[in-house]
């Protein structure tokens, strides 16, 4: 399968996932001291795994929540991106899937259920936004504007509140709490970068692709983090990530 054809079937899937989340009756439990798991994400991963294998036969999925296994054609799935706001009813959480073929990430896609914005590119397919609700085209601010959730709750490193307080006093800061969003929202200007630690494959995967096809910069940093965005912005916070998880 193409790239094209594969983001395809990923949004494909997305759009009929979303469906699900007008019927499942949420249920939550505490998965760790700081993170949670809905029955919503249970259900839409499962319908997820059944989409995306049943169209492309032979693939295999990483997901958060039911397991992960590697093919030629490896889907990465985050069923509901956002899940302490999603249990909460507040409206900031997506579905994120991504296709990588032989290992490279080639197509991806992310679904905000709440506002009807489906973001979608691939290698060969440019970067669109796709939406029923309003839309404004992006301006510019004096400072750049970055989505962050730094500092996370039970972080092991050291250094984010440090780095948040430098942050705020050369951008205009946000934090969203949605990683896969956030990174869609990057892809479209709607900010100019994105930075998160404490982050899984799956978080990342489809909005990395995005950002990247807008004309973009994806940066992993340690093992559990990344930088995106445009700009200057993007090296300052590189830079000082790198020092923090060094």
Same mark, same amino acid.
């Given at each position: ?81 956002? $899940? ?34 489906? *973001? $979608?590119?691939?290698? %060969? ?7 029923? %609700? &309003? ?9 750049? &504007? ?7 709750? %039970? ?29 869609? =929202? ?15 494959? =799956? ?14 910069? *994806? ?6 983090? *990344? ?8 090296? =300052?916070?590189?830079?000082? &990530? ?5």
């Amino acid at each position: 399968m193409t790239p094209g054809e594969l983001l395809s079937l990923a949004a494909q899937s997305c759009v009929d996932a979303a469906e699900l989340l007008h019927e499942v009756r949420v249920s939550v439990a505490l998965k760790g001291a700081f993170d949670q798991v809905s029955s919503a994400d249970l259900e839409v991963e499962a319908f997820l795994r059944a989409a995306l294998t049943s169209g492309a036969p032979g693939s295999a999925v990483v997901g958060e929540e039911l397991g992960s296994a590697s093919a030629p054609i490896t889907w990465f799935v985050d069923p509901i991106d956002g $899940t302490r706001n999603f249990v909460r009813g507040i409206p900031l959480a997506c579905i994120s899937v991504a296709a990588a073929v032989d290992g490279q990430l080639v197509a991806g896609c992310v679904l905000d259920p709440f506002r009807d914005e489906l *973001f $979608t590119a691939a290698v %060969g397919v440019p970067f669109s936004v796709h939406s029923s %609700g &309003l839309v404004i085209p992006p301006g510019v601010s004096p400072r750049p &504007l970055v989505l962050t959730d730094i500092p996370l709750p %039970g972080s092991a490193h050291g250094g984010e509140m440090e780095l948040l307080g430098s942050l705020m006093e050369v951008a205009d800061v946000r934090r969203v709490y949605v990683t896969a969003l956030s990174l869609a =929202w990057v892809a479209a200007g709607r900010a100019d970068a994105a930075a998160n630690l404490g982050i899984h494959p =799956w978080d990342v995967a489809a909005g990395s692709v995005l950002v990247r096809e807008a004309g973009g910069e *994806f940066w992993p940093v340690g093992s559990d983090g *990344f930088v995106a965005g445009r700009g200057e912005i993007v090296s =300052w916070l590189l830079e000082r &990530l790198e020092g923090i998880v060094s």
